[in-house]
């Protein structure tokens, strides 16, 4: 069974740093690249980003609003897809769901960040 | 950048009744490679968002056949043929075919 398990989230300060982890079972993780989603409280989804499994390059992509302060990475050893968040703002108060590529098939249940 | 517009953004439907929601695209999602990157996704109430239909007309695995997917460049529409009390929540549309990845607004599926 395909699972995504998210974790990290929590309350931080503008200006801060978070990590969220994505725990990722049930598939070979290596072969698949991964997103990241997020959805402000009582908004639409948007994506933050992805990164290409290492046969591909293992590079990433982001949106224009993450401009430099996030980060995706992977560790295909222990299954694990990151996102790294520095420079936190209000405006990136979201659930943030890690989702397997392509055609984003499976979703983790969310963790929650709260920028205030 | 590629911007995904739907509508209606709310529907309200009676069970039994069918629905259709239109998903247009500012620029064509034909893919060099010759795939057309457009899904639907709902989000159930509560609930992380779930596939529906993958390259515009691939229903995901466990999903009813009353759910379907038409439409090419970029003009697409998912349709249920007959609404059931369970198909309530928020229907996306995203494309895939550039970075970066875009979503629609989304449409609110209520019963009447």
């Known amino acids: 069974e395909v699972q995504l398990v998210e974790s990290g989230g929590g309350l931080v300060q503008p200006g801060g740093s978070l990590t969220l982890s994505c725990a990722a079972s049930?598939?070979?993780?290596?072969?698949?690249?991964m997103s990241w989603v997020r959805q402000a409280p009582g908004k639409g989804l948007e994506w933050v980003g992805r990164i290409r499994s290492k046969a591909a390059g293992g590079t990433t992509d982001y949106d224009a609003f993450v401009k430099g302060r996030f980060s995706i990475s992977r560790d295909d050893s222990g299954n694990t897809l990151y996102l790294q968040m520095n420079s936190l703002k209000t405006e990136d108060t979201a659930m943030y769901y890690c989702?397997?590529?392509?055609?984003?098939?499976?979703w983790g249940q969310g963790t929650l960040v709260t920028v205030s | 950048d590629i911007v995904m517009t739907q509508s209606p953004l709310s529907l309200p439907v009676t069970p039994g009744e069918p629905a259709s929601i239109s998903c247009r695209s500012s620029q064509s999602l034909l893919h060099s490679d010759g795939n057309t990157y457009l899904d639907w996704y709902l989000q159930k109430p509560g609930q992380s968002p779930q596939l529906l239909i993958y390259?515009?007309?691939n229903r995901a695995s466990g999903v009813p056949d009353r759910f379907s997917g038409s439409g090419s460049g970029t003009d697409f529409t998912l349709k249920i043929s007959r609404v059931e009390a369970d198909d309530v929540g928020v229907y996306y549309c995203?494309?895939?075919?550039?970075?970066?990845?875009?979503f629609g607004q989304g449409t609110k599926l209520e019963m009447k």
């Open positions: 995203m494309q895939a075919t550039q970075t970066p990845y875009a």
């Open positions: 049930g598939f070979t993780f290596s072969n698949v690249w």
């Open positions: 989702v397997r590529e392509p055609h984003f098939d499976y």
């Open positions: 390259l515009g007309s």
